[in-house]
């Protein structure tokens, strides 16, 4: 069984610049959600993509964007970078769309936004 | 949305002592508590999770409470070892928003002492 990949595993980038990050889901899991997570805090929901489409969106502004492919990997995008998205991104992987509740996440990537 | 919150936000016991960490939410329809396992520069794992139409969950030394009434639900780890040190974060979710959205408390450091 594969488990949750993040990659890159670190990033620099500057104010104003976009980014992609990538993750590609536990074998046998159609499901991924993408989380944010601030130093010294819990990891909170961005979106959730299942059959390609996004299907829940937590309290994050629309230049965080996503895809789904049919291989069920996925893609982070956040445009207009500010020094506030500094954080680890967290990819976790499930089964069944908004059913399933166990979630897998990957190692995440650590953005650092300067 | 949701609110967790978690207490106490850093704990130390000694090496065979129990630990026990609290959460209360906010939400009455929160039906998944699942309680995740962050060691320092690695993933959240999952540890054990339970469900709203059930009051105790045990698997090994690690056993999850939950009060629905109080809404509240406890970690318990039962002989602490050393490798138990890590930041421990519990979670709930609610069927409106989706499974896979968990709102996740802010965390509590455990340090096991030799």
């Known amino acids: 069984e594969t488990g949750v990949t993040q990659s890159p595993t670190h990033l620099i980038k500057t104010r104003g610049q976009q980014v992609t990050l990538r993750c590609s889901s536990q074998s046998g899991h159609n499901t991924v959600s993408w989380y944010q997570q601030a130093l010294g805090q819990g990891p909170q929901f961005i979106f959730q993509y299942y059959r390609e489409e996004e299907n829940g969106r937590g309290n994050f502004p629309p230049r965080f964007s996503g895809l789904q492919f049919p291989n069920y990997s996925s893609e982070l995008n956040v445009n207009a970078l500010e020094l506030d998205d500094s954080a680890l991104y967290l990819c976790a992987s499930s089964f069944g769309g908004k059913r399933e509740g166990k979630l897998f996440f990957g190692s995440g990537t650590q953005l650092s936004v300067l | 949305g949701e609110n967790v919150e978690q207490h106490p936000s850093t704990l130390s016991v000694q090496e065979g002592d129990s630990a026990v960490i609290k959460c209360t939410y906010s939400d009455s329809a929160s039906n998944y508590f699942p309680w995740y396992k962050q060691e320092l520069g690695k993933r959240p794992q999952l540890i054990i999770d339970?469900?709203?139409?059930?009051g105790e969950k045990k698997d090994q030394r690690i056993a999850v409470t939950l009060n629905k009434t109080a809404k509240h639900f406890s970690l318990h780890i039962t002989e602490t070892q050393p490798e138990d040190s890590a930041v421990y974060f519990c979670?709930?979710?609610?069927?409106?928003?989706?499974?896979?959205?968990?709102?996740f408390g802010t965390g509590t450091r455990l340090t096991v002492i030799p």
């Open positions: 979670a709930a979710t609610i069927p409106q928003t989706g499974a896979n959205n968990l709102f």
């Open positions: 339970i469900r709203s139409n059930v």
